[in-house]
């Protein structure tokens, strides 16, 4: 089970290393006469990452790290999840190993667009970072930001960051970026959709015009372009996938009333599968959680109303499976890597039709098969009609009803339901144990599902 520093961090080890790098990886046969050995990765990082289960590179890092490792600029290209972490978390910590940083000065920098991703680029960054003898701290906003500075001030090596945060931190003195080597922008084409792009050119412009930098993107789009254009030098340019939709994912797009969208949510969550339900706002995920615990089904919320460290503790449930639902807002259509989510249901449509690609990408991930349903109503055929096409797909299209068989045949035999008083007792709000669902008026989940993990 993952622990919480006192800033709402989590704490990651070798073990997590594992259990957040080895399902992902295993699957990455692609270029079996590849390895890390091959590509320049030193022996005692390919030992971490042969105790995690990752022995073969992904297509991204095998086209990347030769010149990463050279000290080239890389503009890389790839979805989300084809496995861009390790592409700049490698090089990183090899060419900065044996160097010395002063206080509040670190060499390595990496901005990333969400506090999630932090979390998460610093849980496949931190054993690496280790075995080199480097340290890493991640700065977001939404918690305290002294255990942060207090970092900066022990020299650690590498922050990950949001823009935001470390813009203030700098501001009030506490870093400077004049000895960073190496600058990476991850989901540059989300920071774009986020509007960070002018912070993360100001905080580009602060560090050495002669560092090496990379940038990682889903697209490259006009905004992401201008960036690379402007800070990367000559870079090396690989693109491994393309943006369509991955042919291992079946999408279905149902026709549902008003009055039943709910009833239909709940009973395409209520089977056994694990359920990631995105909604448009931050109310009507709220309210949705609610309505499915309202009928049994225990559900954890991740939108931008919660703070930090609940948004840590329900991440950390569902990707534990302690807990199987999980409703959210498009936070967590980029950058969340969890493992085995079965389905992925747009109780709302997304507005435009990469956010469409982005949310669908949380499932059928490493190979696996997934899910993909969309609801609407009369009303929206239109708009979700161009959508679809937008993104290359082509749904199998029905309307239903709550007791339609298709919505059995696509949940599963369904799970059992557990009463609203029950939960209640389960945990409330604020609570510090990790394993619990939480938040502001979030379902905490019960004692019958607690701890347990999906099979």
């Known amino acids: 089970m993952a622990a919480f520093d006192n800033a709402g961090h989590q704490e990651f080890g070798r073990e997590t290393l594992t259990v957040l790098l080895s399902e992902r990886y295993s699957a990455a046969a692609h270029q079996p006469d590849v390895t890390f050995e091959s590509l320049g990765v030193p022996g005692p990082l390919v030992t971490v990452l042969a105790e995690a289960g990752i022995r073969v590179p992904f297509p991204i890092q095998a086209a990347t790290l030769p010149d990463a490792m050279a000290g080239l600029d890389i503009l890389g290209m790839g979805r989300t999840g084809s496995g861009k972490t390790l592409g700049f978390a490698l090089p990183l910590v090899t060419r900065l190993a044996g160097g010395r940083t002063v206080a509040g000065r670190p060499r390595g920098l990496v901005l990333v667009p969400t506090r999630e991703l932090a979390s998460q680029v610093q849980s496949v960054l931190a054993p690496l970072a280790r075995t080199m003898r480097l340290s890493v701290v991640t700065i977001f906003g939404g918690v305290s930001q002294k255990p942060q500075v207090t970092a900066l001030r022990n020299r650690a090596d590498i922050v990950v960051a949001c823009p935001g945060r470390l813009a203030d931190l700098i501001d009030q003195g506490h870093c400077r970026l004049g000895d960073v080597e190496i600058s990476v922008i991850d989901e540059a084409d989300h920071m774009a959709d986020l509007g960070f792009l002018p912070v993360v050119r100001r905080l580009l412009e602060a560090t050495p015009p002669d560092g090496q930098r990379m940038l990682f993107s ?55 599968k694990r359920s990631l339900i995105f909604t448009r706002t931050k109310h009507g995920a709220h309210r949705l959680a609610r309505q499915l615990a309202l009928a049994g089904v225990p559900a954890a919320e991740l939108h931008g109303d919660l703070s930090q460290n609940n948004r840590t503790r329900n991440l950390a449930s569902f990707a534990a499976g302690s807990v199987r639902v999980l409703v959210a807002t498009d936070i967590a259509a980029r950058g969340i890597h969890v493992d085995g989510i079965d389905l992925v249901i747009h109780a709302d449509s997304p507005a435009e039709h990469k956010a469409y690609l982005h949310r669908s990408g949380r499932t059928a991930r490493a190979g696996a098969a997934g899910v993909v349903i969309t609801l609407q109503t009369g009303a929206q055929a239109k708009e979700v009609r161009t959508l679809m096409r937008r993104a290359g797909v082509n749904p199998l299209a029905a309307a239903v009803g709550p007791t339609s068989p298709l919505l059995r045949s696509i949940a599963g035999p369904p799970a059992e339901r557990v009463a609203h008083e029950e939960m209640n007792r389960g945990g409330q709000a604020g609570t510090s144990r990790p394993s619990r669902a939480t938040g502001n008026g979030a379902v905490a989940i019960s004692s019958s599902y607690r701890g347990r993990r999906r099979h």
């Open 218 to 272: 889903a697209t490259l789009d006009s905004a992401v372009n201008v960036l690379a254009r402007r800070f990367l030098s000559e870079p090396a340019e690989h693109a491994v996938d393309s943006a369509a939709p991955p042919e291992q994912i079946i999408h279905h797009l149902l026709t549902v009333t008003p009055a039943d969208r709910v009833a239909v949510v709940c009973a395409l969550a209520g089977g056994r």
